[in-house]
């Protein structure tokens, strides 16, 4: 019998080990191809070895299973009468929350419709929290109450290391990195104003209209922080924070703990999530969202409780107050609960219908301020839309959209991973891959692998989210105007459970291989002898932990690659490119002079033909302009600055608006002329301080 034992376990050890031979081949041919492209080699070949390296990965582990089931009880029936018999009160509490929304008339959040649509939500979530059990709210209840000692799993620590490593690349420098206000950020500076003052949008029609959800947590912020550019820096970080955990929990409900923190890590420190953490803008509320969804989706399809179902709408609805893109998440709600009803089609269609029925009222109900406004101002609320409608139809110098164009606008978009990237400096090295080396890597085995399980767990529902929410990007914008961060930043959460999954896989067969060894099965020896003294001791060990050891210390060396490789991306080359130039921001370097100055009433700027941005001005000197307005576009006898400046002045001026330059000095004999440079030695702009 022992001998079988032994024999079984040869067999299986070797199956092991070729199948991760095979995934290490497969692995060094991805990472050959990788270099390839980051040598600028776009040769059929190198696609060919990361299609290869695809298939051999999902043929040498693509048995190995990490996916959670992803049903457990036959408890859809039970919900379904449940929810059914307390109908009444569920639709009471809706009803109520609806109509809370007829007070939010003219793009105006009102206390009275908020306390109605808030409460109603609320309090509808709290009844279905009840409704799944008392016995369940008991317990949960007594283990809140009880005095055992608090009890934290390794995993949670590990989880609190990998939040503070992305807390700390988010928030060093924050002040310092990006120093530049750029065009769009000043509308968001304005808006959380609007808020400040107690005007309460709905939707931001500003810069072609934005959803409020960001500018409402920036206000939030702005009461412990003083609003500005740093506070607004300050909200999107926090945001970018909060995904870390926020993707543990989605890749734990799909996969597992390791699965999870793996996804964690690898988030924490890629790169293009970290430019967007500190950028101040409300696409970074973007990832969040859509992994909040499809953390809940999971949850609803493997649990089939109401208030998992409600939780579903509720941050499905929240979603379209972030970002315009996480409309394509809606698609995928769809198609997940056709093909799980289908997949459970045996408990009847009538079973999930009350189920269906509560996810989408509380997602319409959530979303009527905002389908509200939409309805009412549709050319406001659609205005970003209708230009790239309008760009893609009218514009004589632009290509019109035909099936070459749209099918190069995917291949471009497929290749933003691993070829290159979005070309604007204000969010990327130009062109570099929005991935990591070795997240670039591995997201090749990892969709093999689920394209090769897709039948198991949740893969099909993480597969399409991920290649839906790259449509946004694909349909809207141009060959030379993509990639872009922005529009495709929905497919950064699914895109880093992607990565884990092959580091995950590998560790899997080395646990399944350790497992074949005893614990203790090596013994290491040592005597040492000194005259007529002898000292012995032995040191016991196994095979098991050594490799164990090996998955670990695989894991942590791939996310400490990608943490140098993002720490020298952000730090040093983004930095270096980071408008203008150098990281040095002209407005906020126009505002220290003319607060240095002191007098304001003193101080103008000729804004025209030349490039100025008064909104970044008024945000870098927290100061709207008013009855001051520094601004003016030609010097003309009897207007200012001509006419106001008595006695001293100073006027800001382009280096290459050479005629204006010399007209202050024919107006002005006496005056002082400064050139301000950017670190590169070329002007940034030219003060001119003139007496009469």
């Given at each position: 019998?022992?001998s079988?034992?032994q024999?079984?376990?040869?067999t299986?050890r070797r199956?092991?080990?070729?199948?991760?031979?095979?995934a290490?081949a497969?692995l060094c041919?991805?990472?050959?191809?990788?270099?390839r492209?980051?040598?600028?080699?776009?040769?059929?070949?190198?696609?060919?070895?990361?299609?290869?390296?695809?298939?051999l990965?999902?043929?040498?582990?693509?048995?190995?299973?990490?996916?959670?089931?992803q049903?457990?009880?036959?408890?859809?029936?039970?919900?379904?009468?449940?929810?059914?018999?307390?109908?009444?009160?569920v639709?009471?509490?809706?009803?109520?929350?609806?109509?809370?929304?007829?007070?939010f008339g003219?793009?105006?959040?009102?206390?009275?419709?908020?306390?109605?649509?808030?409460g109603?939500?609320?309090?509808?979530?709290a009844?279905?929290?009840l409704?799944?059990?008392?016995?369940?709210v008991?317990?949960?209840a007594?283990a809140?109450?009880?005095h055992e000692?608090?009890?934290?799993?390794?995993?949670w620590?590990?989880?609190?290391?990998?939040?503070l490593?992305?807390a700390?690349?988010r928030?060093w420098q924050l002040?310092?990195i990006?120093?530049?206000?750029?065009?769009?950020?000043p509308y968001?500076?304005?808006?959380?104003l609007a808020?400040?003052?107690g005007e309460y949008h709905?939707?931001?029609p500003?810069?072609?209209?934005?959803?409020?959800?960001?500018?409402?947590?920036?206000?939030?912020?702005?009461?412990?922080?003083?609003?500005?550019?740093?506070s607004l820096?300050?909200?999107s970080?926090?945001v970018?924070?909060?995904?870390?955990p926020?993707i543990?929990?989605?890749g734990?409900?799909?996969?597992g703990?390791r699965?999870?923190?793996l996804a964690?890590a690898?988030?924490?420190?890629?790169?293009?999530?970290?430019?967007?953490?500190r950028?101040?803008?409300?696409?970074?509320?973007?990832?969040?969202?859509?992994?909040?969804?499809?953390?809940?989706?999971?949850?609803?399809?493997?649990k089939?409780?109401?208030?998992d179902?409600?939780?579903?709408?509720?941050?499905?609805?929240?979603?379209?107050?972030?970002?315009?893109?996480?409309?394509?998440?809606?698609?995928?709600l769809?198609?997940?609960?056709l093909?799980?009803?289908?997949r459970?089609?045996?408990?009847g269609?009538?079973?999930?219908?009350?189920?269906?029925?509560l996810?989408?009222?509380?997602?319409l109900?959530?979303?009527?301020?905002?389908?509200?406004?939409?309805?009412?101002h549709?050319?406001?609320?659609?205005?970003?839309?209708?230009l790239?409608?309008?760009l893609?139809?009218?514009?004589?110098n632009?290509?019109a959209?035909?099936?070459?164009?749209?099918?190069?606008?995917?291949?471009?978009?497929?290749?933003m991973?691993h070829?290159y990237?979005?070309?604007?400096?204000r969010?990327?090295?130009?062109?570099?891959r929005?991935?990591?080396?070795?997240?670039?890597v591995l997201?090749?085995?990892?969709?093999?692998?689920?394209?090769?399980?897709?039948r198991?767990?949740?893969?099909?529902?993480?597969?399409?989210?991920?290649?839906?929410l790259?449509v946004?990007?694909?349909?809207?914008?141009?060959?030379h105007?993509m990639?872009n961060v922005?529009?495709?930043?929905?497919?950064?959460?699914?895109?880093?459970?992607?990565?884990a999954?092959p580091?995950?896989?590998?560790?899997?067969?080395?646990r399944?291989l350790a497992?074949s060894?005893?614990?203790?099965d090596?013994r290491?020896?040592?005597?040492?002898?000194?005259?007529?003294?002898?000292?012995?001791g032995?040191?016991?060990f196994?095979?098991?932990g050594l490799?164990?050891?090996?998955?670990?210390?695989?894991?942590?060396?791939?996310?400490a690659?990608?943490?140098?490789?993002?720490?020298?991306?952000?730090?040093?080359?983004?930095?270096?490119v980071?408008?203008?130039?150098?990281?040095?921001?002209?407005?906020?370097?126009?505002?220290?002079v003319m607060q240095?100055?002191?007098?304001?009433d003193?101080?103008?700027?000729?804004?025209?033909?030349?490039w100025?941005?008064?909104r970044?001005l008024?945000?870098a000197m927290?100061?709207?302009y008013g009855?001051?307005n520094?601004?003016?576009?030609?010097?003309v006898?009897?207007r200012?600055?001509?006419?106001?400046i008595w006695?001293?002045?100073?006027v800001?001026?382009?280096?290459q608006?050479?005629?204006?330059?010399?007209?202050l000095?024919?107006?002005?004999?006496?005056?002082?002329?400064v050139?301000h440079?950017?670190?590169d030695?070329?002007?940034?702009?030219?003060?001119?301080?003139v007496?009469?």
């Amino acid at each position: 019998m022992e001998s079988l034992f032994q024999a079984t376990n040869l067999t299986v050890r070797r199956r092991t080990a070729i199948s991760l031979l095979g995934a290490a081949a497969a692995l060094c041919l991805a990472l050959v191809a990788q270099r390839r492209l980051d040598a600028l080699s776009r040769a059929p070949l190198t696609y060919v070895l990361y299609g290869a390296a695809g298939v051999l990965f999902a043929a040498a582990l693509g048995d190995v299973s990490l996916e959670h089931a992803q049903t457990g009880e036959e408890r859809v029936h039970s919900a379904g009468r449940a929810l059914a018999g307390s109908g009444r009160i569920v639709a009471v509490l809706l009803v109520i929350a609806l109509c809370g929304c007829l007070d939010f008339g003219g793009n105006r959040f009102r206390p009275a419709g908020v306390l109605a649509w808030g409460g109603g939500l609320l309090a509808c979530l709290a009844y279905l929290y009840l409704l799944d059990g008392p016995a369940r709210v008991g317990r949960q209840a007594r283990a809140v109450l009880s005095h055992e000692p608090l009890r934290v799993h390794r995993s949670w620590l590990v989880l609190g290391l990998i939040t503070l490593v992305g807390a700390v690349l988010r928030l060093w420098q924050l002040d310092v990195i990006p120093a530049d206000i750029g065009w769009d950020l000043p509308y968001n500076y304005t808006d959380v104003l609007a808020i400040q003052r107690g005007e309460y949008h709905v939707f931001f029609p500003a810069n072609q209209g934005r959803e409020s959800l960001f500018m409402y947590l920036a206000a939030w912020v702005a009461t412990y922080a003083p609003l500005s550019h740093f506070s607004l820096k300050l909200t999107s970080a926090i945001v970018g924070i909060l995904t870390i955990p926020a993707i543990y929990a989605l890749g734990r409900e799909l996969y597992g703990t390791r699965v999870a923190l793996l996804a964690a890590a690898f988030l924490a420190v890629n790169h293009w999530h970290m430019v967007l953490s500190r950028a101040g803008f409300r696409v970074i509320l973007l990832p969040l969202f859509v992994i909040l969804v499809l953390n809940a989706l999971a949850r609803a399809l493997r649990k089939e409780r109401p208030t998992d179902f409600a939780l579903l709408g509720l941050c499905a609805g929240l979603g379209l107050y972030t970002y315009t893109s996480f409309v394509f998440v809606l698609p995928v709600l769809g198609i997940a609960m056709l093909a799980h009803g289908w997949r459970r089609r045996q408990l009847g269609w009538r079973a999930w219908l009350p189920l269906w029925a509560l996810m989408a009222a509380v997602l319409l109900i959530v979303a009527a301020p905002l389908l509200r406004y939409a309805l009412e101002h549709p050319q406001e609320y659609f205005r970003r839309v209708t230009l790239q409608a309008r760009l893609l139809t009218r514009d004589p110098n632009r290509p019109a959209m035909n099936s070459a164009l749209l099918l190069e606008n995917v291949r471009t978009s497929l290749l933003m991973y691993h070829v290159y990237g979005d070309s604007n400096v204000r969010f990327n090295v130009p062109f570099l891959r929005h991935f990591g080396f070795f997240s670039a890597v591995l997201l090749v085995p990892g969709l093999a692998y689920a394209l090769r399980r897709w039948r198991h767990g949740n893969n099909a529902f993480l597969l399409l989210a991920f290649f839906l929410l790259i449509v946004p990007m694909t349909t809207a914008m141009f060959p030379h105007e993509m990639p872009n961060v922005f529009r495709a930043a929905g497919t950064i959460g699914p895109g880093m459970l992607l990565v884990a999954l092959p580091v995950a896989a590998v560790a899997e067969r080395l646990r399944q291989l350790a497992a074949s060894y005893p614990e203790f099965d090596l013994r290491l020896r040592t005597e040492l002898s000194a005259h007529d003294e002898a000292f012995s001791g032995a040191l016991s060990f196994g095979r098991r932990g050594l490799l164990l050891l090996l998955a670990s210390v695989l894991s942590l060396s791939l996310v400490a690659a990608e943490l140098r490789d993002t720490t020298q991306f952000y730090f040093r080359d983004f930095r270096a490119v980071l408008p203008d130039k150098e990281n040095v921001s002209i407005a906020k370097e126009m505002a220290r002079v003319m607060q240095d100055y002191g007098d304001l009433d003193a101080c103008y700027i000729k804004v025209w033909p030349h490039w100025f941005d008064g909104r970044a001005l008024q945000m870098a000197m927290r100061q709207q302009y008013g009855p001051w307005n520094p601004e003016f576009t030609d010097l003309v006898e009897g207007r200012p600055p001509l006419s106001t400046i008595w006695e001293r002045g100073m006027v800001i001026v382009h280096p290459q608006d050479g005629a204006v330059l010399q007209r202050l000095r024919d107006a002005f004999p006496r005056h002082a002329t400064v050139v301000h440079r950017l670190p590169d030695g070329n002007p940034a702009f030219i003060v001119v301080y003139v007496e009469r």
